[in-house]
């Protein structure tokens, strides 16, 4: 059981250029959350979906998209990428919201 | 709007001391309330979460918490500290008003054990 799976694990990107995180999970999760992590800063949540067909902002969305293109899969999509976008980028799913949110293992994204 | 305080981004305590991590909430509905723990180069992996039911909550690795209403906090404790838990420690919150899915972390505590 895969759980949450991101893809890629490490990017290097140059300020201006755009990139997709992709995240699926197999647990039929109905929730699922993008988070950035800095240092200091703890987790800062982008986009969220509640369900398939919707997104909503979290803290920090400005420079971002999303989409729930169904209920497995949850994409981030940074447009034009800036070096304050260096970051650990997690994706989590959860089913029901008593229920705890499970992990991907993090994209390691830098902006230079 | 809902928020979380953790105290101390920093602890140290000896092998075998006391494990204190604090945590304090804002929810404007009651809350759901959850504890997770993440290794070097990891992602994060849940300790212990309260919804409602019994508000000492026992978890895994020895860890437990109490939710306190009056307070607004749910403080993370392990009566003995072991190597092996040198991590960081997030808390985390969401409302539990049916379609509110927003899961909101504190900073984090980074828990350091002393030989």
């Known amino acids: 059981n895969a759980g949450v799976t991101q893809t890629p694990k490490f990017q290097v990107l140059k300020t201006g250029q755009s990139m997709t995180l992709q995240c699926a999970q197999d647990m039929n999760h109905n929730s699922m959350y993008w988070y950035r992590q800095d240092p200091g800063m703890g987790l800062r949540l982008i986009y969220y979906s509640a369900s398939e067909g919707t997104t909503d902002k979290g803290e920090v969305p400005n420079g971002y998209n999303v989409s729930r293109l169904n209920k497995r899969e949850f994409s981030l999509r940074l447009e034009s990428a800036a070096p304050s976008q260096t970051s650990v980028y997690f994706c989590?799913?959860?089913?029901?919201?008593?229920?705890?949110?499970?992990f991907g293992q993090g994209t390691r994204l830098t902006v230079v | 709007a809902q928020s979380v305080t953790q105290l101390g981004s920093h602890v140290s305590v000896s092998e075998g001391a006391l494990v204190l991590l604090r945590c304090n909430y804002s929810?404007?509905?009651?809350?759901?309330l959850f504890w997770y723990v993440q290794y070097p180069n990891q992602g994060l992996q849940l300790l212990l979460k309260y919804t409602s039911a019994a508000t000492l909550v026992k978890g895994i690795n020895g860890f437990e918490a109490e939710f306190k209403k009056s307070e607004t906090s749910f403080h993370l404790t392990k009566p003995s500290a072991h190597m092996s838990d040198a991590a960081e420690y997030f808390c985390a919150v969401r409302p539990s008003n049916f379609g509110n899915e927003k899961l909101t972390f504190g900073t984090g505590t980074r828990l350091t054990i002393i030989p």
């Open positions: 989590a799913s959860s089913l029901v919201s008593n229920t705890e949110a499970f």
């Open positions: 929810s404007s509905v009651p809350p759901y």
